[in-house]
Each structure stands twice: as C-alpha cells, then as structure tokens.
C-alpha cells in the first residue's frame, strides 16, 4: 500500500509528484473498488476513540484516596470488634465523599470525544468523474474533494487548485488573520510551523472566501488534527496539590493511629493486662482519632466553592481545582480570543497629509470614536480622514449585521471604522460596475464605481491593500482637499510611517482612489491590531504583584506578540521573548533554564505549548494554562488547571480544560485564585479544630486506661462528641466567608504539608488546655472516688464547652474573632446554637438523661464551666496577637538594623 506523506513533505513536493505517490487521479477522482481497498488499509475519517470505563469502575476508583482506605479499614475492624455504630457512621461518611467526587467529576473526561464533533461531517469529493456529496469520515488518501466558502476543510489536502482561497486556521494555529492559500510547493527551509504550509488545507480548519480543489493526504489520526488528538491521548492530568496534601495526611494519621495500638498495647502488655483486650483498646482509640469528617468537609467546601464560583461566571468541573488555583505561581495565557478579543479593530489612521488619528472601541459594532487632537472626529468633518473611510468602506465585501461579521476580519475593521464615523451607508451610495478581487500574491484589490445620483459623472476606483501595491499605482497624494503630485520624498515620509506602525505589531493597509487604476490618488495609511479585551491589563497587573508570573504563549509574529504584551504589561525593556523554532532546538533541560525569563513565546504550536508547560512544572511551577482553540487543549489538559474561554472556545477545548470562563473574562481568573486560597485556609482551620479536638479525645481515654483511672465518659458520650467533632459546628467552618486580604498573600507552596509547623503548635495548645480543663473538672467531681452520673455530666459538658470555644478560634488562623466578625458565618452561629440546644436537651430532657446516663446541672454548674472553658479561646486569640506582634516587630526590626548598619557605616557622612 502507498505511503502517507506528512503535510510538511507532501507541501515541499510539486502537485503531481504528490498525486503520484497517492495514485490520485486530479480530474476524475479515485473508483469505488480502490476507495473500499485504502479503507480497508486506512480506516474511517474519524479517530478511535478507545472504549469507555464503565461507570461502576469510575465509582470504585474514587475509593483508592489513602484516606477513604483508611476508614475503610476502621469500619471493617469496627464491624469485627462489633463496635457497628462507628462502622455505620464511618460507611456513612465514605459514601457521601465517594458519591459527590464521582457525580462532580462524572463529565470530565469527555475531551477525546469532542474532538469528533470538529471534524466536518460532510463534503463534495470527485469521485468516478461525478461530483459527490458524502460524508467526511468516507474520505480516504488520493480522493480528490472540493472546497467553497463557508466548508469546514474534511481531511488534510495538498491544493492544487486555487481561486482566492482564503482559510481560519485560528482554531488550529492561533493566528487570527485567514491564511491565503496557494498550490506552488513550499521551500524546506522555511516550512516549519503549521502556517508557512500555505498549499495545504488542514482537518478542521473553515474555509473564509474563494474556492479550491486538493489531493486527500491524511486522513483522522493521520492529519495534523490527528496529532493534537494522540497528544491529548497520551496525557495524564497531574494530581492536584490538595489530592497530594490529602495523600500525605492519610498516610500520617494511619501511621500515628497503628504507633497509638502499639504503644497501648506495649504498656498494657507490660502492666500485665490481657494483650486482647488491650489491642480492642488500641483499635478503638485509633478509629476515635481518625477524622472521618474531614474528607467531607474537603469535599463540601470545594463543592460549595464551585457554587460560588458559578456566580462569578465560572465553571469548574473538578472539586480540588479550586483549591488548586490557590497554589497557581504561572498562568500561560493564549492570546488571540484570550487576553485579545479575536476580532480585528482599526486603532490608528494616517492621512496622506500628515495627520495622526486614534481609534477607540473594539469588535465589529458601532461603539467607539475617531479622536483628532482630542476631538471627535464624525461624518464628513474632516475631509482627509473621511475620504480614507470612504475608501476602505466602499473597496470592501464584508457585512456586520447584529454585532456579528460576514466576512474577512480585514475588511470587517474597515466597515466598523465607517460605522464609528457614521459613513457607513456609504458603500451604497455607490454602483459597483467591476471588481478586481483580492489575491495572497498581488496583495490588493479594487472596485470600479459610479455614484448613484452622479451616474453620469466618470467612474471612480477604489483600491486597498498591501503599501507597496497601493503606492505603485499612485501619482498624486490628497493634501487638504487638493490633489498634488507625488514625489518621492513623500513616499519615503509615507514608508516611514508604515515602518513604524508594523514595529508597533499592527497590520498596515494603504488606500486609493482615481479616476484609473495606473493615475490614482494616495489618501492614506491604516493600522489595525487584534486588540486586548477590557480589564485585562489591570488583572495582570494584581496578578503579578501577588506573585504570579504571566505569559503569553501565541501562533502569531514576534511584532504583533510583542506589541499586545506591552499594551498588558507583561512586556518591557529587559524582558525576552522565544519562538517555536528556538524552542525546538533546545532540550526541556535548557528551556527550564530559559523559561521562567520569557515573557512572551510566538509562532508556537500545540507541541511548543505542551513544552513550555512541562519546562514551567519542572521547575516547581503550578501551572494555569487558558486558551479557546483546538491547539490549545493538550496544553490545557497537562497543566494543573486548563482554563477554556465559555464563548469563543472550540467544544473540545472546553472539554480538555478544567474551568471554563463563561464571559471569557480572563478577570475571572483573579476570583478564581482569592476562592482558592480562601478554601485551603478553611480546610486548615477545619484540620486544626478536628486534630486537637481528636488529640484531646484520644489523650483523655488513653491516660484514664493507662492509669487505671475509672473512664470520665461512656460509650454514648463518647459518639456524642465524635457527632459534634465530626458534625454541623466543623463542617460550618468549611464555608467561612473568604478573607478579602488572601489575594495579597502569595501562591502557597505544593510542597508544603497541610499539618505546618505553626498549625501544630496551635493543635497541640488546644489539645493540652482541653485536656487538662477536662482532667481538672473529673478530678474536682471525684471527691469520694466513686463515679456518679453528676461527675461524668460534668465532665461530658466540660469537654462539649471547650469544643464550642475551639470551634470559635478555629475560624481563622490568623485574625482574631472579633477582626472576621462574630456573626460573619451565620452557618457557624447556627450549629453552635444547635449543639449548644442539643447539650442541654442531654442534660434536662429525661428521655436523654436515661440514654446518656447524665443527671441535671445548676446555673452556677454552667457559668463555671462557661468560664472554663472559654480559656481555650482566650490562650488562642493571644497567640494571634502575639504572633501579630512579632510579625510587627521583625518588619521594624529588619528595617531599624538597616537603618543601624547605614548609620554605622564608614562611609557615611554626617
């Protein structure tokens, strides 16, 4: 069978060394016995998509998080320690974080077949002689298919026909101007990207203007589609941050809960006890301290984040990626549809006599002005920059209607100009007598026109296009209204400022009118930018001074790259900027080097995407990648969070992409990141109220079993506290209102565990001052040695009372309950109050005294465990201020030795 060639090699090679090579018959197409003969060797125009895991499987995995095999483990010793309320409670608790990480993460894997929805589902194909119309997947190597305007291209094709063809090759390639086509083999040396191939039509890519034929050169996986596919198949998406950091923990309260049994057993063993009785202790400790609660609450808090987030106008398809946007340091950013809006405007305008214009306003729509010396410049009030309107609106094919442009971009800026003016009825004062279409190797095109109340007057051309076209055929120039000739120090004054306007990244377009196309009249100069969208330039600017680098990554020129960048501020004097062939010359050792000083990166393909982001994550970086098009969604899925714009963004990028911006408001981002960080510091403050509530639990049954004292509290007490420990008042503290101050600190570190150093000595405090209240009250209650109901009442709302007021300084770990406001989480106020009604229907209520074996206190027995108790919040709220304090004093500490040093030095000079 007949080899495939590469669209680079079949672009290097004349058409009909092409067409032999593919046995391709031009004119008649191939025959339906060869056509069944290559499927059966090339297969179907699709991809093949490998057969889905079934959905129970997908429900199973979700069970291999360490910490959900952790309480597995708990639950089946329970069951066999016939402890079956802890095992019940504990399967309860695996099954509602399984089922809500499985119902959220349901759709999130959907990319590979959303890559079938871009590929065209029909075509017109030469086949036998006769033209077809099939389906796309029938096409096979060598079959010879037709193009017009408004086709999605339906295989790789290697023209050799071609009218005026012009394609979007956006989705694929990221340049926003059409690629205009050709049939002429391209020179090896410079075909290295996607967009030098301009004799070859790609998969996926629609068809703007003109018409063409070409030879079918790859077909599904086999095209250059195909390869952003087996890209996309063969990457894995990283684990996130708090999947890592909830590994860790997992794995440390296992090995703390099995050194807990050891020891209990040890000592027990030692005292003489019965080994089995103490490995049922030592069991029943480790299951008590094992915070069944907190894969709940991880999971609640990033599902009620993702809620939040829905209201910011985003949508987040995976739970810990939200809490991973809190540990992001580097977003590279796509440009075109993007950072930019994907829409070609006019920003500046040159007359042919000198004067300078500004153009506000972005997209195609009448929103915007023509600024003058800081004048608005409408209608016919200026002669000069009218007529330069004029003539790119009447030489112009484009229609915008609601907002929306049928036709190419170029042209389309134009009639946005004239709309913004007001000259945009314009085009219809004329009668076009005759074309002269626009071509990629002249460069320009022309109308002959006759206006339509002067039809008796000599007809009038209008021309637009490439400079050096333009200038060629003119022979005077408009100053002021009046027409003078040429010379050629004006066409040095007029190249100066094209010069000018292409370094500062704009797409130059001369324009004429005249009487003839060889006597034409120079009337100016346009200069137009795929601008930046609103708002951008500020989210940049907090991002970077929060700590987060940003990087454009882009399909289109150095000049026009670097040019949006600067507008943005990602680009200044100093900064550097790479392309995707330097990229392809250095090994992912030198591009880590390299990486973190490049600010911007240009004719980069979805390969040179995937590579940067491989580069920035081995240097430590978490990485957002956001991006709209099909060469965007390998990169998307291999970066830590894949960011899909909700309106310009191509079915499969969205689907390959973790969050989707529905606005496509790159602002998003930075509420994005505040609710990350926001959320991590709500789980911490859930991690410290479960681990020292736990600890105190665990520390006060294990001293009154170690040293033989009688136990302070029963079996039902016991589950009591583990409800509230695990219950509404800890799961209240996953949805604290986010701390406005968040978005200054900076992008935490992955490496950094959940349990930090600090987080530890405020555990450890609060566990000892709960212990030791606790300890203190049995002992005050136990005069006589004999244990009554009232002593362990006492003791039971002791240890209940110390949970409310840890509960309270839990909210934050850094200001204090008075800074976030007693009543800022309401959610909290109200489980509080519910556990506190809940304790007191315990103690008063007869039904329940019976069950938990409590008798009924005095008020002076309350208001001295009241105060108490309040002692944990107290010592908490101290160590805030103090750390506060010493913060304070190290900034002014650190400044005041400068300031020392400088004075001290022998340089200085009174």
């Known amino acids: ?55 129970w499987k997908k429900y199973i995995s979700q069970f291999k998080n360490p910490l959900i095999l952790l309480l597995l483990a708990s639950a089946v010793i329970s069951v066999i320690m016939r402890q079956f309320d802890d095992a019940v409670s504990i399967t309860v ?23 079938s929805k871009l590929v065209p589902p029909e075509c017109h194909c030469i086949r036998e002689g006769k033209m077809e119309h099939l389906l796309a997947r029938e096409l096979v190597p060598g079959d010879t298919v037709c193009l017009t305007v408004g086709d999605r291209v339906p295989a790789d094709l290697r023209l050799f026909e071609n009218v005026d063809l012009s394609v979007d090759e956006s989705s694929l390639t990221g340049e926003t101007e059409p690629c205009s086509k050709c049939v002429v083999p391209q020179p090896a040396a410079g075909n290295g990207d996607l967009t030098s191939r301009s004799n ?91 915070p069944e609660g907190l894969p709940i609450v991880v999971t609640v808090t990033l599902a009620l984040g993702v809620m939040r987030m829905v209201k910011k106008r985003a949508i987040v398809k995976k739970l810990p990626i939200v809490e991973t946007l809190g540990c992001c340091n580097v977003i590279c950013s796509d440009k075109t549809g993007t950072l930019t809006k994907n829409e070609m405007t006019v920003t500046h305008i040159f007359t042919s006599d000198g004067l300078h214009a500004e153009v506000t306003g972005v997209g195609y729509n009448r929103f915007g002005d023509v600024m003058l010396d800081g004048e608005v410049i409408h209608g016919f009030s200026n002669p000069s920059i009218s007529k330069v309107v004029e003539a790119g609106c009447v030489c112009n094919d484009a229609i915008i209607r609601n907002d929306t442009l ?55 051309y209008f021309m637009k296009g490439a400079y050096e076209q333009v200038i060629r055929c003119c022979t005077t120039y408009n100053s002021k209204g009046q027409t003078l000739p040429l010379t050629q120090q004006q066409k040095e004054l007029y190249h100066q400022e094209k010069t000018y306007m292409g370094t500062a990244g704009l797409r130059v377009l001369a324009l004429a009118s005249g009487p003839d196309l060889g006597q ?120 830590d969070i894949g960011i899909a714009m909700g309106r310009t963004g191509t079915d499969v990028c969205k689907e390959a992409a973790d969050m989707i911006l529905v606005e496509d408001d790159f602002q998003t981002i930075m509420s994005a990141i505040e609710e990350g960080k926001g959320i991590y510091n709500n789980i911490k403050n859930f991690v410290r109220f479960q681990l020292s509530t736990s600890i105190a639990a665990l520390t006060l049954i294990s001293l009154a079993t170690l040293m033989n004292f009688p136990n302070p509290l029963n079996a039902m007490q016991i589950l009591w506290i583990n409800i509230i420990m695990d219950g509404p008042p800890a799961q209240s503290l996953g949805v604290e209102p986010v701390d406005k101050d968040v978005i200054r600190q900076p992008p935490r570190n992955v490496k950094d565990s959940i349990l930090t150093r600090s987080l530890i000595v405020k555990i450890l405090v609060s566990s ?39 509960a309270l300084s839990s909210r934050s770990l850094t200001k204090s309950v008075s800074e976030i406001g007693l009543c800022s989480n309401r959610m909290f106020c109200y489980a509080v109050l519910g556990s506190i009604m809940g304790q007191l229907l315990v103690i008063y209520f007869p039904p329940l005294q019976k069950v938990f074996q409590t008798e009924s206190l005095g008020a002076l027995d309350l208001l001295f465990l009241v105060v108490l108790t309040s002692s944990v919040c107290i010592v908490s709220e101290t160590i805030k201020k103090l750390e506060k304090v010493r913060e304070r004093f190290q900034k002014h500490g650190g400044s005041l030795f400068q300031f020392k040093k400088l004075n001290g030095s022998p340089f200085h000079e009174v």
């Open 1 to 55: 069978m007949m080899p495939l060639l590469s669209s680079k090699r079949a672009s290097e090679l004349p058409v009909n060394e092409v067409a032999s090579i593919y046995q391709a018959d031009l004119q008649n197409g191939l025959n339906n016995t060869e056509v069944s003969h290559r499927r059966a060797f090339h297969g179907w125009n699709e991809f093949d998509i490998s057969e889905d895991e079934p959905l």
């Open 93 to 115: 608790a695996i099954l509602i974080v399984v089922t809500v990480a499985f119902v959220q993460e349901y759709r999130s894997e959907k990319s590979l077949e959303e890559l």
């Open 200 to 290: 070859i039509a790609f998969m996926g890519t629609l068809v703007r203007c003109g018409k063409g034929k070409g030879i079918v050169i790859g077909t599904g996986e086999n095209s250059e589609f195909g390869e952003v596919f087996k890209m996309m198949q063969a990457e894995d998406a990283p684990k996130t941050p708090l999947q890592k950091s909830m590994d860790i923990l997992g794995k440390q309260l296992s090995l703390y809960s099995f050194g807990i049994i050891g020891v209990i057993m040890l000592v027990g063993w030692l005292q003489g006890k019965h080994i089995l009785d103490m490995f049922t202790i030592g069991v029943s400790l480790a299951v008590a301290a094992i």
């Open 406 to 460: 049928m036709g190419q971009p170029t042209e389309g800026a134009l009639v946005a100009l004239a709309m913004k003016m007001g000259l945009d009825g314009l085009r219809d004062d004329y009668i076009r007598r005759f074309e002269h279409p626009f071509t990629s190797e002249e460069k320009w095109m022309a109308v002959k026109c006759v206006h339509r109340t002067q039809q008796d007057k000599p007809e009038m």
């Open 520 to 639: 034409l009249t120079f009337l100016g100069l346009m200069g137009m930018i795929d601008p930046p969208r609103t708002g951008v330039r500020e989210a940049v600017a907090t991002l970077i001074t929060s700590g987060v680098a940003v990087k454009m990554i882009t399909g289109d020129s150095q000049e026009t790259a670097i040019a949006i960048a600067s507008r943005l501020g990602l680009y200044s004097k100093g900064c550097q900027s790479l392309s995707g062939e330097e990229i392809d010359q250095m090994d992912v050792q030198q591009l880590s080097q390299l990486v973190s000083k490049v600010a911007v990166f240009y004719r980069a393909s979805p390969r040179h995407k995937l590579n940067i982001i491989k580069s920035l994550q081995k240097n430590g970086g978490v990485v957002a990648m956001t991006g709209d098009g099909v060469n965007d969604a390998v990169a998307l899925k291999a970066a």
């Open 768 to 806: 000892i001052i709960i212990v030791c209240g606790t300890l203190f009250v049995f002992w005050r209650e136990l005069q006589d040695n004999v244990i009554t109901p009232r002593d362990t009442t006492m003791t039971f709302t002791c240890f209940v009372f110390f949970d409310m007021f840890n």
